[in-house]
């Protein structure tokens, strides 16, 4: 997809990195080759992230109050503190306290595009 903001656009593709703007801004949107589905997160006040989760690759929250998995395709959470978990594709899984250890997301099978997305989050504070 095109997104449009005023003079200039950002193309977004499959894999693509997320794109960080004020909400205010309403772009516009043109599809490109059909159909699509995207993943949003949007805040009011705070501060957020949403992060691809590669692999095996461990994630701790970043720093950040509250955090969640976001999976696209199924597979398996592992938690330095506990039994993994099986999750199938679109599952959003949230905590509260980001404090609570390493965790690792582990797809099933290969995949071409981020099987899930990290998302961090902390109201009333600002990391830019």
Do not use: K
């Amino acid at each position: 997809m095109v997104l449009h903001f005023g003079t200039h656009t950002e193309t977004l593709g499959a894999g693509s990195d997320p794109v960080r703007f004020d909400g205010a801004a309403a772009p516009g949107c043109t599809l490109i080759d059909g159909q699509t589905r995207d993943l949003n997160l949007m805040l009011r006040g705070g501060d957020g992230v949403m992060l691809p989760a590669r692999p095996g690759q461990p994630w701790n929250g970043g720093g950040f109050a509250q955090r969640g998995l976001f999976t696209t395709l199924s597979g398996t959470l592992r938690s330095e503190h506990g039994v993994p978990a099986v999750l199938p594709a679109g599952t959003l899984l949230w905590q509260s306290d980001a404090t609570a250890g390493v965790l690792r997301f582990e797809p099933d099978g290969g995949a071409s595009r981020p099987a899930a997305w990290w998302l961090g989050y902390s109201p009333g504070h600002s990391f830019a």
